[in-house]
């Protein structure tokens, strides 16, 4: 199983990740306490395997703005959240699809891409509010061809329980590897270790 840190906005704490395993890193663009600059994710990002993938997060973006920031922070995927008014980018796209109970399967079927992150629902921000979503809405059995990532309130302590429960491709953590809404490199290392 893979993991994306999400939320990154430190050489520190991309050094950390990459060091202790992560596949994934993520970048946020969107409104979030988590924003940071496509320059900024791109000086922090210089020294990142080529094999670890840096991620940009986005909510109901346009096009034009997507591409920009790909090009300006060197991205080799984006995460979309919210409105998607296409599902081609220049890199592959992760599809966030908050889980409320039914709705989720229209937005799965309505989905071409191969990424689908699985989120609990928006509160003041969307995603990374450290809500754990029920688990129960959720049956990924029938779901064949895509792979699954599993986001929302994820924690070193609940992240092998979300592994047993959805045996998901990825796993997607960022409020879970925070002190007082900041990074703390002893969780990232926890987490990374717990996930394994």
């Not at 790909?70 to 409105?83: F, K, R």
């Not at 689908?116 to 969307?126: G, R, Y």
């Not at 092998?160 to 490199?185: H, I, R």
């Amino acid at each position: 199983m893979k993991v994306k840190i999400c939320g990154l906005k430190t050489i520190e704490q991309v050094d950390t990740a990459v060091t202790y395993g992560a596949e994934y890193l993520g970048f946020v663009f969107a409104e979030s306490k988590r924003r940071i600059t496509p320059e900024k994710a791109k000086e922090i990002t210089k020294h990142v395997p080529e094999k670890v993938k840096k991620v940009g997060v986005f909510v109901s973006p346009r096009l034009s703005d997507v591409e920009m920031i790909i090009q300006q922070a060197g991205l080799d995927m984006v995460q979309i959240h919210g409105d998607l008014a296409v599902e081609r980018f220049s890199v592959p796209l992760i599809r966030a699809i908050p889980v409320d109970g039914a709705v989720q399967e229209k937005r799965i079927q309505a989905t071409a891409t191969e990424f689908i992150l699985f989120d609990a629902p928006p509160k003041q921000f969307v995603g990374g509010n450290g809500e754990v979503f029920d688990w129960e809405y959720l049956d990924t059995s029938a779901i064949k061809n895509k792979k699954i990532i599993i986001a929302g309130g994820l924690t070193p302590e609940n992240v092998q329980k979300a592994k047993q429960t959805f045996n998901p491709y990825a796993v997607d953590v960022s409020s879970g590897v925070e002190t007082n809404g900041e990074k703390d490199l002893k969780k990232i290392i926890t987490f990374l270790k717990s996930a394994i």
